[in-house]
């Protein structure tokens, strides 16, 4: 570089600094002109500042591993590369990253061999979120309609107008951007999968023997199609398997179709429901609905409710509704709840319920302490002891988080500060140094700088936990087609591909 150029470089930092400088010389200045000249001058100088200030942010990117804690692939772990500016804030996403898994469902037409293997995407896509599991995966691309799909394309869930397996990424563009998706399943041989548009518009696919789809009838489809009876839709909610409702919420309206055993839509009747109805609860900020196969399928649905207004950020309730043979409901009562019964009151707007159910075990994490009940198997998280446990507040346990599995054999993993602590059934999973199932929480042997966790590759007895710094991924657990490096009792690194940490 020759000297005149030298003179014209002008590092981000000092342009900032003539910027403020040009502003104070502007108020000490005796200024003649129009106050609208100003004004606009003003306005002019704040946004080159701001656009300097992002240029910098942009300059100091971090590349950092995000969990995909929205799939749960069966004996697979799924993690993306993403970079960060310097307030943590994701400005890029990068590669998806899989381990573990079948040739199908991998992304790239090869069973994980150890190690993780790049998801097959074209280059410049990228990818905000993915949803899906056990076998079919939805990648919504950022700001864009593009949804890009793979895995075994259970009954066309993955909406390409064919069921055969899609091994390697294929693109469904939608008329409007995509807002979001939700499907999973627990199983490898049904799914549905539901698509909400930033035009307020709903689109299903898939296996539909109950409804699921919404579209009036009982016949699978394996392309997308919008729910006519429905629009102007603000956000939907999936169930955690492949018999289960769907909920769509519209302004302070709630609305619910497909599966309903045990009267688990909120109803008031146990009639499948093939279209869209209207429920009577009102102000609904999040609903939880699970079901299970046991002795033949059960449901529940909680539902947390504003005390005011959808999204004032004021206390809040919780309702109950479905299947009630283990104090699910929170009361010992071996009989359904056949419409929504309130059963928590005045708790915080962001607080929410974790955990599984039906023959399961949930919680409420508050600034204050854990909420525990149900069926509790492998126990709540501290003394108590038997099963079918009514609600109590455990003040000894309070967390800044809680994950827990959402089907068998129940698992929960909680942070608080810079420990994690886990009970549940083990199989290597607990991260505590050994293969025996736990009843009460117990602090595991934690890595330095842990900023996320969850608990994947769930099936039946079958899961990992893993966590990550940022930099490195930490797994335990036992191993199922290479989803993890090695079978472990505590918190191991993992090989990531070059160029990943």
Same mark, same amino acid.
Request: aromatic letters at 12%.
């Given at each position: ?8 470089? *002008? ?6 600094? =003539?910027? *403020? ?35 910098? @942010?942009?300059?100091?990117?971090? @590349? ?12 697979? #772990? ?48 990228? #990818? ?49 951007? *995509? ?20 035009? /307020? ?7 539909? +023997? ?8 009982? #016949? ?19 169930? =955690? =398997?492949?018999? $289960? ?26 009639? =499948? ?40 950020? /004021? ?86 988080? #809680? ?11 909680? @942070? ?12 290597? $999973?607990?991260?505590? /140094? ?16 842990? *900023? ?14 893993? +966590? ?34």
């Amino acid at each position: 570089m020759d000297t005149q150029e030298e003179n014209n470089t *002008i590092n981000p930092n000092q342009e900032i600094i =003539n910027k *403020i400088d040009e502003l104070k010389a502007l108020k000490q200045a005796e200024i003649k002109e129009n106050a609208k000249t100003l004004e606009l001058y003003t306005i002019a100088l704040k946004k080159d500042l701001e656009i300097l200030a992002s240029n910098i @942010k942009s300059d100091t990117l971090k @590349k950092q591993i995000r969990l995909c804690k929205k799939v749960n692939a069966y004996r697979q #772990i799924m993690i993306q590369e993403v970079y960060v500016n310097t307030d943590g804030e994701i400005v890029k996403y990068g590669d998806l990253l899989s381990s573990g898994g079948t040739a199908t469902t991998s992304g790239c037409n090869r069973q994980g061999l150890g190690g993780f293997n790049r998801v097959c995407l074209p280059a410049n896509v990228e #990818i905000s979120e993915v949803v899906g599991g056990h076998a079919n995966f939805f990648a919504i691309q950022k700001d864009s309609p593009n949804l890009w799909v793979w895995g075994n394309n259970s009954q066309g869930c993955l909406g390409l107008g064919h069921t055969n397996a899609t091994p390697i990424p294929q693109k469904v563009t939608f008329r409007a951007k *995509i807002k979001q998706v939700c499907s999973k399943s627990y199983s490898s041989s049904y799914q549905f999968a539901t698509i909400l548009l930033s035009d /307020g518009s709903v689109w299903s696919a898939g296996y539909n +023997a109950y409804g699921s789809l919404g579209i009036g009838n009982t #016949i699978d489809s394996n392309k997308f199609i919008m729910i006519q009876s429905l629009n102007d839709v603000d956000e939907i909610f999936g169930g =955690n =398997n492949y018999i $289960s409702g769907v909920f769509a919420r519209k302004g302070s309206e709630l609305w619910a179709w497909g599966w309903n055993g045990n009267y688990c839509l909120g109803l008031g009747h146990n009639t =499948n429901q093939l279209t869209p109805a209207k429920l009577a609860l009102k102000e609904v900020i999040e609903v939880y609905h699970s079901t299970r196969d046991s002795s033949g399928w059960k449901a529940t649905t909680w539902f947390k409710v504003a005390q005011g207004k959808w999204g004032d950020g /004021g206390k809040t309730d919780f309702y109950f509704v479905g299947f009630n043979g283990s104090c699910e409901s929170t009361k010992a009562i071996s009989a359904d709840y056949t419409t929504p019964f309130k059963a928590y009151i005045n708790f915080d707007y962001n607080d929410r319920i974790v955990g599984n159910a039906p023959y399961g075990t949930m919680y409420i994490a508050t600034r204050d302490g854990t909420w525990n009940w149900g069926y509790a198997e492998y126990g709540v998280g501290n003394t108590r002891a038997g099963t079918s446990l009514q609600t109590q507040k455990d003040v000894s346990n309070v967390f800044d988080s #809680i994950e827990a599995t959402e089907y068998t054999y129940f698992m929960a993993c909680a @942070k608080r500060g810079d420990t994690l602590y886990t009970h549940g059934y083990n199989n290597w $999973s607990l991260g505590n /140094g050994n293969n025996d199932n736990q009843r009460q929480w117990l602090a595991i042997p934690t890595p330095n700088g842990i *900023i996320d966790y969850a608990i994947a590759s769930v099936y039946e007895s079958e899961r990992a936990l893993i +966590a990550t710094d940022g930099t490195t991924l930490y797994a335990c657990g036992a191993v199922y087609n290479n989803n993890i490096d090695y079978t472990t009792p505590t918190l191991q690194p993992q090989k990531l591909p070059i160029g990943a940490k």
